[in-house]
């Protein structure tokens, strides 16, 4: 079973918009921070944007007011929506939780699997 779920990515053109959204299975629990990372072919991976439990938002410089991360504690799920997309942003982009397997364990950090996001004409 997946922990973190992500769906929402594809491929659009340079000034368009995409939608992620991140859903966090059970089984973690304790949840503080929820975020975005992203890895373009031969970089890094890089912070985009992080959201803790009381919605206080921490952005990567590059996202420039184009990018508004939020999220739902109840349904544990975290999006990102993304404007003024362009070819720059081309990257595979992994969501990010902090959390725990089990109360009494130890924070964690989570990631998925990572989903394609291509800006292209």
């Known amino acids: 079973q997946e922990q973190l779920v992500e769906s929402g990515g594809g491929l659009v053109q340079p000034g368009g918009s995409l939608r992620l959204s991140c859903v966090a299975s059970?089984?973690?629990?304790?949840?503080?921070?929820m975020g975005w990372f992203r890895q373009a072919p031969g970089g890094q991976r890089e912070q985009v944007a992080m959201?803790?439990?009381?919605?206080?938002?921490d952005y990567a410089d590059f996202v420039q007011g184009r990018f508004t991360i939020s999220r739902d504690n109840v349904k544990n799920t975290v999006h990102l929506q993304m404007n003024a997309l362009e070819p720059e942003d081309t990257a595979v982009y992994y969501c990010?939780?902090?959390?725990?397997?089990?109360?009494?364990?130890?924070?964690?950090?989570?990631w998925g699997q990572g989903i394609q996001v291509t800006v292209s004409s």
């Open positions: 990010t939780v902090v959390g725990k397997p089990s109360p009494d364990a130890d924070f964690l950090h989570y």
């Open positions: 059970g089984s973690i629990s304790g949840i503080t921070h």
């Open positions: 959201v803790n439990r009381r919605g206080r938002t």
